[in-house]
């Protein structure tokens, strides 16, 4: 079946960029989803990307895909304060018809 | 890690009918679960929270007569969808906050009501 795996943790200093990391396992996903979950809240999907592209930006967020190396990136540009939360990444997995979610990278902000 | 299970993965129902699947946290105490459901190429839309001992808190919308949830131990969770029609049909996935507020997820359940 299908694992997806991120870091844990990142911390970042207000301003600068991040980067969150996600590495699968199937090929065969066809959506990949970056969700947020601030504390207390459920689950707010950010941004997803069809397996058949390389890259997406949406305001603030770029996602790249990698599907040789089966690795997604999460880029948040000027990262504020508001932006400290969970961010899970999650795989489709067609075959299996089921979501994969990683564990979730917690994003820290320094003012 | 943590584990989450969620069963059944399928389930095929007639409507009318009512069908019931379960969320276990199986090495982990979970005070709160959350239940989901997705339609296709669709985010994930948080239905219910539940907390065990008490009742579960819905989300603006969700029928809580039609989805009843109940989450009577710290490891188990139950959605039970009543009286089921096939606009009921979805993808359902729980997941459970374990301490530290580590969020874990089931593996989701694909309910089709026919």
């Known amino acids: 079946g299908e694992d997806v795996e991120q870091s844990l943790f990142l911390s970042v200093r207000e301003g600068d960029s991040s980067v969150i990391n996600c590495t699968y396992t199937?090929?065969?996903?066809?959506?990949l989803y970056w969700y947020k979950q601030e504390p207390g809240a459920g689950l707010q999907l950010l941004t997803y990307?069809?397996?058949?592209?390389d890259m997406k930006q949406d305001q603030r967020l770029t996602v790249l895909l990698n599907k040789k190396d089966k690795h997604l990136s999460l880029r948040i540009a000027d990262t504020q304060t508001g932006d400290s939360a969970i961010y899970f990444c999650?795989?489709?997995?067609?075959?299996?018809?089921?979501?994969?979610f990683g564990s979730g990278t917690r994003l820290q902000v320094q003012p | 890690g943590a584990v989450v299970s969620q069963h059944p993965s399928w389930v095929i129902c007639k409507s009318g009918t009512s069908v019931k699947i379960e969320c276990r946290s199986l090495?982990?105490?979970?005070?709160?679960m959350f239940w989901y459901r997705q339609f296709p190429k669709q985010s994930l839309m948080l239905m219910a929270t539940?907390?065990?001992?008490?009742?579960?808190?819905?989300e603006q919308g969700v029928e809580k007569d039609k989805f009843l949830i109940n989450h009577a131990s710290l490891t188990l969770s139950t959605l039970t969808v009543t009286s089921a029609h096939p606009e009921d049909s979805s993808f359902y996935i729980c997941?459970?906050?374990?301490?530290?507020?580590?969020?874990?997820f089931g593996e989701g359940s694909w309910l089709t009501v026919v």
């Open positions: 999650a795989a489709m997995d067609t075959g299996r018809r089921a979501l994969t």
């Open positions: 090495d982990f105490q979970a005070t709160t």
């Open positions: 539940s907390n065990e001992g008490s009742k579960a808190t819905y």
């Open positions: 199937d090929s065969s996903s066809t959506y």
């Open positions: 997941s459970a906050r374990a301490v530290g507020d580590t969020i874990y």
């Open positions: 990307i069809f397996s058949n592209m």
